[in-house]
């Protein structure tokens, strides 16, 4: 099946069902999506697709053939999501970072939608991505500078 991927066209020969996660990491070694609970609760391997947030540990890749995916890898490409990007590391977030490039992308596709959120609307946004070092005040402080932008 052909994954539209980070702007390029990659073809993938795999099965149906195989999580969308292991085919970034293993097929096309885009290492940048993180397996956390791979059971779709800690947001470790946020990625968009079509611009919305998805958990790629439990989405099957046949569901995503011929989607627009954008991994972390992939936000160096756009100057908006560079910004974001940016600003995480201008306000120091990360401890660990295992949990950056989820953040990072479930930011950016709050922001598309939202661009001047509150911070009430970036810890709701934000729910489903979990950090394990507890940085989540830096994490909005992060959003909101990038909102700024
Ligand atoms: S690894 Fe996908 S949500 Fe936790
Ligand atoms: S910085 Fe360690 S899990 Fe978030």
Known sequence: MVLHVNGEKHEVAVEPDV???TVLRDHL???GS???CGEGA???CTVLINGNTAHSCNTPVSSVAGKEI???EGVEK???LAALQKAFMATDVFQCS???SGMIMAAAALLKKNPAPSEEAIAQAMNGNICRCGTYPYIIK???LASGL
């Open 19 to 21: 999580a969308l996660l």
């Open 29 to 31: 070694d885009l290492t």
């Open 34 to 36: 993180k397996y956390g």
């Open 42 to 44: 800690c947001g470790a």
């Open 70 to 72: 954008i991994t972390i």
């Open 78 to 80: 756009s100057e908006k």
């Open 98 to 100: 295992y949990c950056a």
């Open 142 to 144: 992060a959003i909101k």
